[in-house]
């Protein structure tokens, strides 16, 4: 099956290319909505080759990488697809993180450039090396970099040699770069703006972070099918009350969220008794959806369509599905097909198809071109045979079952990541951050789900717990380490537990026995 150009895209090979389109076509139209302030398409792309063109007078050309740390705002989005016209790489970064986690990702990641505003430019500065100066740009924006000296001026239509860098956690305690080609991001984009049939009246409610890969559709598909996309205000967001006043306020039409969110309008923000009368397309990502929850949803918006899309950061979407009308609780839940243009099938151990149970693989454009370890790509992707014959494959590590119907049914992983409202999390990163702090020998986090998959039986938004067990020094304290860490990790990777032993069991390999303590943080769970 063969993908078909989106809505916007107008057979451009470059995601800034998807604004200048859209901004051709409909100049006026709004093209971003962040508070008081209005963007229209036209006046957002003059900001962005602006932008663009500053940034290659400050050396940024084909190939380089750069850091956009702002808060997710107009400005942000300003700043990454300034980047994207001028030929980089881009990696949006959370404005909020320890700089020290930053710094790490500067460096793992090989970014030369650092964008900041006036009101990150504090954590941006302790983030960078010695030797990297400020520079202003237009806008507000401020570009830290090695060297402010200006190259030969580029041409504004760089080739397709740039691309996306989504950070992910990595097992070796620093954080993983995705790296995603235009290509892989735009296949996604336009797949998304079809499939929802969106268009330029469309609403787009925006509310995850730029870090996090549901916000390409925010962004990219936005602009794909020339509709507007309405960030949510920061103020806004920490009350769900409030949340489901704005979908409502703002006639929202589409909105892609995990289900902790959804279950925090539904249970804390009484969606039900207010529903968001425009909303018609509702897409969920990166966990998954408690099944009582997903059935009351069907209830309440009857008019509203709900998608289950699926797939890691290294592939974006692969697969999904359409909740039937009348769906229930008791049906069978599962993950869908492939979407178009893209190869999905389950292989064993030995790297062959099998038709039972079997590890997720992807072929296909939304396949990543690599990992970003010490400033290099390295490529984790492997040759399959799928039924058309030998593919270049990502293996997601995720098991699943295919049901008669053709559908894939998701089982689990192999590895030791996990899903937590929505970030996935690699369990050794924080280990090994926990190694680095002074009198820790050894620790073992584990991750305690609610037994009897409580979840998806009480709607919970906090189903997994992260239990931190820690050996070291005579004298050593929870407390402190709780503090430590939450100047190094984000927010969704602090352990909700550190627990000081004096030793941790092992297993007769003399390897630390997860599963044992996992029994001590879950008493229900039985060997």
Same mark, same amino acid.
């Given at each position: 099956m063969s993908s078909t150009p989106g809505t916007g895209g107008g057979g451009t090979g470059r995601l800034d290319g998807l604004l200048a389109d859209a901004a051709r076509r409909h100049p006026v139209r709004t093209a971003v909505v962040d508070g008081d302030t209005l963007l229209g398409y036209a006046q957002l792309d003059a900001l962005v080759t602006e932008t663009a063109d500053a940034l290659r007078q400050h050396g940024v050309t084909d190939g380089t990488r750069v850091g956009v740390r702002l808060h997710r705002g107009h400005q942000a989005i300003v700043a990454i697809y300034g980047a994207l016209r001028a030929g980089a790489v881009v990696a949006p970064l959370d404005a909020g993180e320890p700089p020290a986690r930053t710094a790490r990702v500067l460096r793992g990641g090989g970014l030369t450039h650092l964008l900041a505003a006036p009101d990150t430019l504090t954590g941006a500065r302790e983030s960078v090396p010695d030797g990297w100066w400020p520079a202003e740009l237009p806008h507000g924006l401020v570009c830290l970099s090695p060297s402010t000296a200006a190259p030969e001026q580029q041409s504004r239509t760089a080739p397709a040699s740039g691309g996306y860098v989504l950070f992910t956690s990595g097992s070796t305690g620093w954080p993983k770069g995705v790296l995603l080609s235009h290509e892989n991001v735009l296949h996604f984009a336009r797949w998304a703006a079809d499939e929802f049939a969106l268009g330029p009246d469309d609403r787009i409610g925006a509310q995850a972070a730029f870090t996090f890969d549901l916000s390409t559709f925010d962004i990219f598909s936005t602009a794909a099918a020339a509709a507007s996309v309405y960030l949510l205000p920061t103020a806004v967001r920490a009350f769900p009350r409030?949340?489901?006043?704005?979908?409502?306020?703002?006639?929202?039409?589409?909105?892609?969220?995990?289900?902790?969110?959804?279950?925090?309008?539904?249970?804390?923000?009484?969606?039900?008794?207010?529903?968001?009368?425009?909303?018609?397309?509702?897409?969920?990502?990166?966990?998954?959806?408690?099944?009582? *929850?997903?059935?009351?949803?069907?209830?309440?918006?009857?008019?509203?369509?709900?998608?289950?899309?699926?797939?890691?950061?290294?592939?974006?979407?692969?697969?999904?599905?359409?909740?039937?009308?009348?769906?229930?609780?008791?049906?069978?839940?599962?993950?869908?097909?492939?979407?178009?243009? *893209?190869?999905?099938?389950?292989?064993?151990?030995?790297?062959?198809?099998?038709?039972?149970?079997?590890?997720?693989?992807?072929?296909?454009?939304?396949?990543?071109?690599?990992?970003?370890?010490?400033?290099?790509?390295?490529?984790?992707?492997?040759?399959?045979?799928?039924?058309?014959?030998?593919?270049?494959?990502?293996?997601?590590?995720?098991?699943?079952?295919?049901?008669?119907?053709?559908?894939?049914?998701?089982?689990?992983?192999?590895?030791?990541?996990?899903?937590?409202?929505?970030?996935?999390?690699?369990?050794?990163?924080?280990?090994?951050?926990?190694?680095?702090?002074?009198?820790?020998?050894?620790?073992?986090?584990?991750?305690?789900?609610?037994?009897?998959?409580?979840?998806?039986?009480?709607?919970?938004?906090?189903?997994?717990?992260?239990?931190?067990?820690?050996?070291?020094?005579?004298?050593?304290?929870?407390?402190?380490?709780?503090?430590?860490?939450?100047?190094?990790?984000?927010?969704?990777?602090?352990?909700?537990? *550190?627990?000081?032993?004096?030793?941790?069991?092992?297993?007769?390999?003399?390897? *630390?026995?997860?599963?044992?303590?996992?029994?001590?943080?879950?008493?229900?769970?039985?060997?």
């Open positions: 409030s949340v489901v006043g704005w979908l409502d306020s703002e006639r929202i039409t589409a909105l892609y969220a995990v289900p902790t969110l959804y279950q925090m309008l539904l249970h804390r923000g009484n969606l039900a008794a207010s529903p968001p009368g425009a909303l018609r397309i509702a897409a969920y990502a990166g966990e998954p959806f408690p099944p009582a *929850v997903l059935e009351e949803y069907l209830t309440v918006l009857p008019h509203t369509s709900f998608y289950n899309l699926y797939g890691p950061t290294e592939t974006n979407v692969c697969t999904y599905e359409r909740v039937p009308p009348g769906w229930r609780a008791s049906d069978p839940s599962t993950i869908g097909a492939a979407i178009d243009g *893209v190869t999905v099938d389950l292989f064993d151990e030995h790297g062959r198809r099998t038709d039972s149970e079997g590890e997720i693989c992807v072929a296909g454009p939304v396949v990543m071109s690599g990992y970003l370890v010490d400033g290099r790509v390295h490529d984790p992707t492997t040759e399959l045979r799928f039924a058309d014959g030998p593919r270049r494959a990502y293996r997601t590590g995720d098991l699943a079952r295919r049901t008669p119907d053709g559908k894939l049914r998701l089982l689990g992983r192999r590895d030791l990541q996990i899903k937590r409202a929505g970030h996935r999390i690699d369990l050794l990163d924080i280990e090994s951050t926990l190694a680095e702090l002074p009198g820790v020998e050894s620790s073992c986090v584990v991750a305690r789900t609610d037994p009897e998959d409580a979840a998806a039986q009480t709607g919970s938004v906090d189903a997994v717990r992260l239990i931190a067990h820690v050996t070291g020094s005579a004298g050593l304290d929870a407390d402190t380490l709780v503090a430590a860490l939450s100047e190094r990790l984000p927010r969704f990777m602090l352990p909700d537990e *550190v627990v000081v032993a004096d030793s941790l069991p092992t297993t007769r390999h003399g390897k *630390v026995d997860r599963k044992r303590l996992l029994v001590t943080a879950h008493p229900e769970v039985t060997e």
